[in-house]
């Protein structure tokens, strides 16, 4: 059974750094395309970054420059590192892997971004 638990949310100052982890298990992780999500209250869900199993990643506008994601496949774990943060990037976040057809995320974690 695929699991993701995320870590790593809080409350930061604009222009604050956070790092954000999801951890794996039950899959091959080194396999797969790992993705991150972001969901702001009354907005939909959507892609920011993916890494994929070559470690080649791709970025939305919105965070591109100022957050980096990565993997670590012997510890089955992808890191987001945000940089610069603007209140804009308040929202719940959700890494995701998709294996064949079937997507699977994890819980979520806030980040809030206010002075």
């Known amino acids: 059974q695929v699991q993701l ?12 750094s956070l790092r954000l982890a999801c951890a794996a298990s039950g899959i091959i ?19 920011i970054t993916s890494i994929f199993s070559d470690g080649t ?3 939305a506008d919105s965070v591109k420059g100022r957050f980096t ?16 943060l603007k209140p804009e ?3 719940v976040y ?4 998709r294996v064949n057809t079937d997507d699977y995320w994890g819980q979520g974690t806030q980040v809030t ?3």
């Open 113 to 115: 971004v206010s002075a």
């Open 57 to 59: 990643t791709n970025y």
């Open 94 to 97: 959700y890494c995701n892997i």
């Open 89 to 91: 990037d308040t929202a």
């Open 5 to 16: 638990v995320e870590s790593g949310g809080g409350l930061v100052q604009p222009g604050g």
């Open 29 to 47: 992780f080194s396999r797969y395309a790992l993705n991150w999500y972001r969901q702001a209250p009354g907005k939909q869900r959507e892609l």
């Open 69 to 84: 994601i990565s993997r670590d496949n012997a510890k089955k774990t992808v890191y987001l590192q945000m940089n610069s």
